[in-house]
């Protein structure tokens, strides 16, 4: 399954995402990024949702097709000051056939 992925760059990649895996990992296991280019600092809890390095915006047309946020990943994001409406934490989004193809912007946030 695709993921576009826009990092805080600017720059746009398709990475791989398996079904059952987060967007956080497929963005972790893209060893097509090159290095320079790599997301950085990113998912620096290992992805246990205890901080926002992961922290995406995904494109409005997809956001319906998420699992709605869990407490958690709300109260992390509530504190964060570049939340906005379509913000998530890129480890608590699983890939399934439904998000085939999800459009996802890297967010600054440490």
């Known amino acids: 399954m695709k993921i ?3 990092d805080r760059e600017g720059g746009q990649w398709e990475i791989e ?4 895996i987060s967007i956080g990992e497929a963005i972790l296991e893209a060893n097509e990024l090159p290095k320079d280019n790599r997301v ?6 290992g992805l246990e949702c205890s901080c926002r390095t992961c922290h ?4 409005d047309e997809w956001l319906d097709k ?10 992390l994001l509530a504190t964060s000051l570049h939340e906005k409406e379509n913000s ?10 439904d ?9 600054e946030d440490w």
């Open 4 to 6: 576009l992925l826009t």
């Open 17 to 20: 995402g398996e079904g059952g």
């Open 40 to 45: 950085q600092p990113f998912a620096i809890c």
């Open 56 to 59: 995406v915006l995904i494109d």
């Open 66 to 75: 998420l699992e709605p946020k869990e407490d958690d990943e709300a109260n």
């Open 88 to 97: 998530r934490l890129s480890c608590q989004v699983m890939m399934n056939e």
């Open 99 to 107: 998000l085939d193809g999800i459009k996802v912007q890297l967010q």
